[in-house]
């Protein structure tokens, strides 16, 4: 036990001064034998999106809803939509073709492009609505998770994107949406 507490303090004291990655070591240890093994961790699988966009497991994009919006009942999907291609750093050519909440698939292009009364809903309703109605049908989603979504202060979904001139589509890194506070 002592040996893997100082091994583990010693990787934790190189994560709190910030050192490289190719200082840092994996260790597998086995005393009844004896056998030490060091191995270096290797860098997150990188991920090449839209426009040469490289991202990995770790990045994410932030939707903060904003106090304004909070006041009108929180963010419309419409605005969600338009602030996801902004704040990823896309142009008016990419449109977003779905919207994903674990399996809940909340929006897409597909059946919602013209759907006003779901376009001008704020997110949060529509996140306890799909759970809701998915309780509902499969009897799998408690009143509980409903509930404790609303006690979250973010939630971490999915977005595609496609690419209007060559209907290419391609997943960003996960959208961070957060409450305001």
């Not at 419309?76 to 750093?89: G, I, Y």
């Not at 001008?120 to 989603?141: A, C, F, M, N, Q």
């Amino acid at each position: 036990t002592a040996v893997v507490s100082a091994l583990s303090a010693i990787e934790l004291l190189k994560l709190a001064q910030h050192v490289e990655l190719k200082f840092h070591h994996n260790s597998f240890v086995n005393l009844a034998l004896p056998f030490f093994a060091f191995t270096a961790p290797l860098p997150a699988e990188t991920v090449t999106g839209i426009n040469g966009m490289t991202y990995n497991l770790w990045d994410k994009i932030i939707v903060s809803e904003g106090k304004r919006h909070a006041a009108k009942g929180g963010m419309s999907l419409k605005r969600f939509l338009k602030r996801v291609v902004k704040e990823a750093n896309l142009d008016d050519s990419v449109v977003v073709s779905s919207v994903a909440y674990g399996p809940y698939l909340l929006y897409a292009g597909f059946l919602h492009e013209c759907d006003e009364q779901l376009l001008t809903k704020p997110l949060w309703t529509i996140l306890r609505e799909s759970l809701s109605s998915e309780g509902e049908t499969l009897g799998d989603v408690s009143q509980a998770e409903v509930d404790e979504l609303d006690k979250k202060n973010y939630v971490d979904l999915d977005v595609v994107v496609e690419e209007s001139a060559t209907s290419n589509e391609f997943e960003l890194p996960r959208v961070r949406f957060t409450r305001a506070n």
